[in-house]
C-alpha cells in the first residue's frame, strides 16, 4: 500500500483505464468538482480479502497524493494498524471519492447527495475487489453500507452477512486520534478482523 502515487499498486493502475471516464472525470457534485484537487479512486489488492470504507479523502492526505488514507495521520494510523494485524490482500477506499470542504477550507462530512452521487462508484469498486469482507470505519460509512436501521456499534460487534459478504463495523481512525477510543484497543479490534477474515475464508 504505498503511500506515493507514482507507485500505486500494479494491479489497480491496470485496471485504472477501466475506471477512468466515470470515476476520474466524474462531475456529478459541483461542490466538489470545486474543493477537490484530484478524484480519489480506492486503491490495493485485486482481488481483495477485505474492503476497508473510510469518509472521503483529507484534504492534507488523499486530496494531494491521490491515494485514499495516504499522508495523514488517519491514514498512517489505518495502514499501521493493518500492517499489525497482518492484514494481506487489502483495498482502501472511501464512501465518497472527492475531498469535501467548507466555507473556511476545512475538511467536512460529505452530504446525503455526494454520498448517493458515488455510490455507483463504491459499487464498481467493490464488484472489482470482490472482497469476502467490507469493513465500515465509522458511522457514516457504517449507515451507507448496512443501511439506516443497523445501530453502529464496533466494540464486540459481530459482522452482518449482506449477500456472500460479511460486513463489519469499526471506528475511523479520525476517532482513534481524536483520543475517543484508544490505540491498543484498536489494534486488538485488528487482530480480531484478521481472526474473523481467516474464518470466512476458510468457511
Ligand atoms: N482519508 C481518507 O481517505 N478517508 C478518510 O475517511 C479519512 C482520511
Not at 135 to 140: D, H, P, S, Y
Request: charged fraction near 25%; include cysteine.
Amino acid at each position: 500500500m504505498p503511500a506515493n502515487p507514482a507507485l500505486q499498486s500494479a494491479k489497480t493502475l491496470a485496471l485504472r483505464p477501466q475506471w477512468r471516464r466515470t470515476m476520474l472525470g466524474c462531475v456529478r457534485c459541483p461542490a466538489l468538482v470545486e474543493s477537490r484537487s484530484r478524484v480519489v479512486p480506492g486503491d490495493g489488492e485485486i482481488p481483495a480479502d477485505v474492503v476497508f470504507v473510510g469518509l472521503a479523502p483529507g484534504r492534507f492526505g488523499g486530496d494531494r497524493t491521490g491515494i485514499p488514507f495516504s499522508g495523514d495521520r488517519s491514514g498512517d494510523l489505518l495502514r499501521r494498524m493493518i500492517r499489525g494485524a497482518d492484514l494481506q490482500r487489502v483495498f482502501i477506499t472511501n464512501v465518497v471519492r472527492c475531498n469535501p470542504r467548507d466555507a473556511c477550507g476545512r475538511n467536512r462530512d460529505p452530504d446525503a447527495h455526494e454520498i448517493a452521487n458515488c455510490r455507483s462508484h463504491l459499487e464498481a469498486e467493490l464488484a472489482l475487489a470482490r472482497p469476502r469482507l467490507v469493513v465500515a470505519l465509522g458511522r457514516i460509512a457504517w449507515r451507507e453500507l448496512a443501511g439506516h436501521a443497523a445501530a453502529f456499534s464496533p466494540v464486540d460487534a459481530s459482522p452482518l452477512r449482506i449477500g456472500n459478504r460479511l460486513l463489519f463495523p469499526m471506528y475511523h481512525p479520525a476517532y482513534v486520534i481524536r483520543g475517543a477510543y484508544t490505540e491498543r484497543r484498536y489494534a486488538r479490534d485488528f487482530k480480531g478482523l484478521a481472526k474473523l477474515l481467516r474464518t470466512a475464508i476458510a468457511d
